[in-house]
């Protein structure tokens, strides 16, 4: 059973992560949107792709912002009851350091789970599904893709499409279609009215133009020829779908355990190097935290965000280095993890002056 104090605790941790995890998941997902709305303004992607696309890559940055915001959180809950003297009074209660790991713990614990699973099996998957929605994104870019008095250029068909109006069943006013063949060269059609229709081939459908002029010859010549109409159907390839390539990052956990590939073995490491570093983390949070009541809740975090920079910067670069193999493959990324361990301890002999007595002991001795 949560104690009042457990719930206290917990709650004061809670509030800040999901401000800190919220606010710097903005920060990301502003960049991101910016991006795709770009891909979308130059008809690289359709407009019921941004949902879709925003939403994989929100989970994908959990990877990153659940550490970081978790030990951010810490850092600045805890500091606050030692600069608000709260913490103070609790150690004079007699709440030990064990009262105080524990309400974290039970927040630290479901969170360090939904990071694995993000990083080692939803990341994976979500790689994939961007891909194969950029993919198909890249095929199904037709005419509902198409904006009233604007010019829509699609380089791979070799097609400029312009229509005036659309109205609410689709079909397309004052229309200006311009493409070009290997036997004809350059061809140009401008018609009342157009609209799309299927064919019995799924690579393949019909503009259908009604009403309207198609020229055909060089340009800046008089070498040209003019053909009425009153429905005429030009049909166009869609673009081949290029399954997106597999690599280390989109294959599943299970695929990994061949440890003599170093890219995989590179790999492997950095997915469980997650969910472990968020633990060392939130270990190490917990001692940072401790300050002097007027020295301020957060003058940790300056240290704690360089902390955390050198923390994952060293497994970047570990993961690095083992994909060229330039560290043992059996050593990992565990190296790194032992270091944070060591740098925890530290402080903790530190903090408890388990360090100072052992020296004054030794200079009674001497």
Not at 16 to 22: C, G, I, K, N, Q
Request: proline share 4%.
């Amino acid at each position: 059973m949560f104690r009042i104090i457990d719930r206290y605790i917990f709650r004061e941790v809670f509030r800040t992560w999901l401000t800190v995890t919220v606010a710097l998941l903005c920060i990301l997902l502003t960049n991101q949107f910016a991006r795709i709305l770009g891909d979308v303004a130059k008809d690289k992607l359709p407009k019921e792709a941004i949902i879709e696309l925003i939403t994989l890559t929100g989970m994908q940055y959990l990877t990153i912002l659940i550490p970081i915001g978790l030990f951010l959180s810490i850092l600045m809950a805890l500091g606050r009851l030692y600069a608000n003297s709260e913490m103070s009074a609790l150690l004079a209660c007699r709440v030990s350091m064990s009262g105080i790991y524990r309400p974290i713990l039970f927040l630290t614990l479901p969170l360090v789970f939904l990071a694995a699973w993000v990083t080692i099996d939803f990341g994976p998957k979500a790689l994939m599904m961007i891909d194969e929605i950029n993919t198909e994104a890249r095929r199904n870019i037709d005419l509902d893709s198409i904006e009233p008095g604007r010019f829509i250029v699609d380089d791979g068909l070799g097609t400029v499409i312009y229509a005036e109006e659309i109205n609410e069943d689709g079909e397309l006013k004052n229309v200006f279609f311009q493409f070009s063949t290997e036997a004809q060269g350059i061809e140009v059609v401008v018609a009342e009215r157009g609209d799309q229709r299927e064919s019995g081939d799924d690579n393949q459908r019909y503009f259908v133009l009604y009403n309207g002029k198609r020229y055909i010859g060089e340009p800046g010549t008089t070498n040209y020829t003019i053909m009425e109409f009153q429905e005429h159907g030009i049909p166009y390839v869609l673009p081949e779908i290029i399954q997106p390539k597999i690599n280390v990052k989109t294959m599943m956990f299970s695929e990994l355990f061949d440890f003599q590939n170093k890219e995989k073995n590179a790999e492997f490491h950095w997915r469980i190097g997650v969910p472990i570093s968020t633990l060392i983390l939130v270990m190490l949070a917990i001692p940072m935290s401790k300050s002097e009541p007027r020295q301020g809740q957060y003058n940790k975090i300056f240290i704690g965000i360089v902390t955390f920079i050198i923390y994952f910067n060293l497994l970047s670069a570990g993961r690095s280095w083992l994909e060229n193999d330039l560290i043992d493959y059996r050593l990992g990324l565990w190296w790194v993890h032992l270091i944070m361990l060591s740098v925890m301890l530290v402080i903790v002999i530190k903090e408890k002056r388990f360090l100072r007595r052992f020296l004054n002991k030794l200079s009674y001795l001497k």
